[in-house]
């Protein structure tokens, strides 16, 4: 157990739709990271936060956004979703923004664009 | 522009074998480098990672090298165990930078 909590672990919706994917970070670690696995891609990052403020981004589409909130969960909003937009996410958690320091994973959220 | 490269798909080894999992990058600014482990339906597992300031790190089974010439980065199990199967992927980042990841080696340790 990693202890990065990521709900909901499977989410099917329709194109044009909007969903919201939640990440509870290791307790003490400061810095969230979202990523994308696309089938046999590799993890594609999207975007960091660190203590509630944007630190990073990679290749995030404009229809994605994401924030991390005071208690430092964090969420990522897909909205007007297509069928390749169906992947898996991935939230990690580090304690700093950056460093020589491994990223620990969630269980990722599977999501099924009909 | 792929900067973290994982050019075998997969690789099976036999019990009690070494494996060796390969990885190539591109970016001479990458000044650390990980190794995870992924099981099917879980997120991935640190494994072990290296400064650019080593060539060599061991936990147990496991020993990551590291040649910055060559931009090359490998992964060696010894002896392999069939709890080893998994997917394997490579990471590097910059300092204080994102972690690029490769695409992965799916490792089967035959019994």
């Known amino acids: 157990d990693s202890g990065v909590t990521q709900t909901p672990k499977h989410l099917i919706t329709a194109t044009g739709q909007r969903v919201t994917l939640r990440c509870s970070p290791r307790s003490g670690d400061l810095s969230v990271y979202w990523y994308q696995q696309s089938l046999d891609q590799g993890l594609q990052f999207l975007i960091q936060y660190y203590n509630g403020e944007e630190r990073a981004k990679g290749n995030i589409l404009e229809r994605f956004s994401a924030q991390q909130f005071p208690d430092l969960h964090s969420e990522l909003n897909l909205s007007s979703l297509e069928l390749g937009d169906s992947a898996l996410y991935f939230c990690?958690?580090?304690?700093?923004?950056?460093?020589?320091?491994?990223?620990?994973f969630g269980d990722g959220t599977r999501l099924s664009i009909l | 522009d792929q900067q973290v490269k994982q050019n075998s798909p997969s690789l099976s080894v036999q019990e009690g074998r070494i494996s060796i999992l390969n990885c190539d990058y591109t970016n001479s600014m990458f000044d650390y480098f990980l190794w995870y482990k992924k099981y099917p339906a879980e997120g991935p597992t640190f494994l072990i990672s290296?400064?650019?300031?080593?060539d060599k790190n061991e936990d147990g089974r496991f020993t990551v090298f590291l040649n910055k010439s060559a931009k090359h980065l490998s992964l060696h199990i010894v002896p392999s165990q069939p709890g080893d199967s998994a997917v394997y992927f490579c990471?590097?980042?910059?300092?204080?930078?994102?972690?690029?990841f490769g695409t992965g080696t799916s490792l089967t340790v035959i019994p």
């Open positions: 990471a590097a980042s910059e300092p204080g930078n994102q972690f690029y």
């Open positions: 990690a958690s580090s304690p700093q923004a950056g460093g020589l320091q491994p990223q620990h």
């Open positions: 290296i400064s650019s300031i080593k």
